[in-house]
Each structure stands twice: as structure tokens, then as C-alpha cells.
């Protein structure tokens, strides 16, 4: 079980899983500004425990929810479409990118990271 807290400590989070392998760095307009590694889960996998100051972002498609705190303003994870490599989706399948900064006991700048081209996929 990995826990994930923002830093003001108003959303907390559960996440029935092993941390993965290798991260995820998206050079997208939005993950690249907020410097984020993504850790991927299917979305239940990702259990809520508390999110008295959860806020959304959605941009341009609408189709990813990028949750973060409205209070420390710490990103919190991403409810998005599973996209391929490719940019291709089909339809329904969604996932979970959690910002692996914020969970605890993991050392997210030391894990293996791959980067996705999502400044020219989306």
C-alpha cells in the first residue's frame, strides 16, 4: 500500500499497489510547468481517504481531470484517458497518474524516469 498526502496535508491518498519500476516525465505544457514524475495506476487502485480541498483543471480536450490541492496548490494526480504511446486511445480505458513527489517514503527524483513526447502527442 503506498500513502500520498499534499503538503498542506488536506488530501490524503491510498494506493493498493507497488510503486511502479519507472516514472514518467510529460513534456506537455502543464506537467512540464509543474515539474511532475507520474507514477501510473488503473483508477481503482487509487483510494480517496480525505479531499477537503481537492480542486480540478481541466484544459483543451476536457477529457483529463488534473486534480491539486486549492489550498498548498500541490498537484495531486491525473484521471486520464489510457493514451498510447502514439497518442491513441480506445475510448474507455482511463488511468491514474499520481504525482509521485508527493508520496511518502519514495524518492521520486532518484527512480528511473522515461519521458513522453505529450508537447507534440496532445
Same mark, same amino acid.
Given at each position: ?39 501510473? *495506476?488503473?483508477?481503482?487502485? /487509487?483510494?480517496? $481517504?480525505? &479531499?477537503?480541498?481537492?480542486? #480540478?483543471?481541466?484544459?483543451?480536450? !476536457? ?34 497518474? *499520481?504525482?509521485?513527489?508527493? /508520496?511518502?517514503? $519514495?524518492? &521520486?527524483?532518484?527512480?528511473? #524516469?522515461?519521458?513522453?513526447?505529450? !508537447?507534440?502527442?496532445?
Amino acid at each position: 500500500m503506498l500513502t500520498g498526502r499534499c503538503h498542506c496535508g488536506r488530501n490524503v491518498f491510498e494506493i493498493d499497489g507497488e510503486m511502479p519500476a519507472v516514472l514518467t516525465r510529460c513534456t506537455c505544457s502543464l506537467c512540464s510547468s509543474r515539474g511532475l514524475l507520474h507514477a501510473y *495506476f488503473e483508477p481503482h487502485q /487509487l483510494r480517496v $481517504v480525505e &479531499a477537503t480541498s481537492d480542486a #480540478v483543471y481541466r484544459w483543451n480536450s !476536457k477529457l483529463v481531470a488534473h486534480h491539486f490541492c486549492s489550498a498548498c496548490g500541490c498537484s495531486l494526480y491525473s484521471d486520464s484517458p489510457a493514451f498510447g504511446r502514439d497518442g491513441s486511445w480506445d475510448g474507455a480505458t482511463r488511468r491514474i497518474g *499520481f504525482n509521485a513527489r508527493i /508520496l511518502e517514503g $519514495v524518492v &521520486a527524483a532518484d527512480l528511473p #524516469v522515461q519521458e513522453i513526447d505529450g !508537447k507534440h502527442l496532445w
